[in-house]
T-cell receptor, first 117, second 117 residues
């Protein structure tokens, strides 16, 4: 069964510094997708970045990058140049399957990031 | 605006009462799902549907019923509310997993905060 593990319940980072949020996953399916979502205090789920299991390069979206290490089954989110607005809960999630699958998205328990001025 | 609409945004129930959380999407997404979010536990999948007339259980289905009579709507029913069902509920939808990439990502509703007393 698929599983997502986020071992950092909370983290602090100084404004303008980079921060890495850890995510490991477990699946027996060779085809899967990994997502990172941001949930600010207002509660909405904001999509940040996606990595497919067959993607050759690590995904990047602006200040967000995904450090994808397939052999280690890790998909860490790196936020560069942290801003006060980055303070939020961050969730790693995984979807198994490639065509014809159920499209289930399974979440980790999240990491609460606090950016300090 | 296109998206996922959840109603109500807030609800207080007495133990034993029943209610239905509504979820509607106007993007012609085949896949719809319900999650509950509890502190320290991330988002856990309750039920999901891959199309009209097709539903299946997620990780935490007990105490909840669903049906999918149309592509647009996926209501979640609590037949006899319990304090353990106090949570924030999210509905999410996506195209079916016939491909990969963030284009097959998920759109989340704004959530329903439910308190059972």
């Amino acid at each position: 069964a698929q599983k997502i593990t986020q071992t950092q319940p909370g983290m602090f980072v100084q404004e303008k510094e980079a921060v890495t949020l850890d995510c490991t996953y477990d699946t027996s399916d060779p085809s899967y997708g990994l997502f990172w979502y941001k949930q600010p205090s207002s509660g909405e789920m904001i999509f940040l970045i996606y990595q497919g299991s067959y993607d050759q390069q690590n995904a990047t979206e602006g200040r967000y990058s995904l450090n994808f290490q397939k052999a280690r089954k890790s998909a860490n989110l790196v936020i560069s140049a942290s801003q006060l607005g980055d303070s939020a809960m961050y969730f790693c999630a995984m979807r198994e399957g490639y065509g014809g699958a159920t499209n289930k998205l399974i979440f980790g328990t999240g990491t609460l990031l606090a950016v300090q001025p | 605006n296109a998206g996922v609409t959840q109603t109500p945004k807030f609800q207080v129930l007495k133990t034993g009462q029943s209610m239905t959380l509504q979820c509607a999407q106007d993007m012609n997404h085949e896949y719809m799902s319900w999650y509950r979010q509890d502190p320290g536990m991330g988002l856990r999948l309750i039920h999901y549907s891959v199309g009209a007339g097709i539903t299946d259980q997620g990780e935490v289905p007990n105490g909840y019923n669903v049906s999918r009579s149309t592509t647009e709507d996926f209501p979640l029913r609590l037949l006899s509310a319990a304090p353990s069902q106090t949570s924030v509920y999210f509905c999410a939808s996506s195209y079916s997993n016939s491909g990969t990439g963030p284009n097959y990502g998920y759109t989340f509703g704004s959530g329903t905060r439910l308190t059972v007393v």
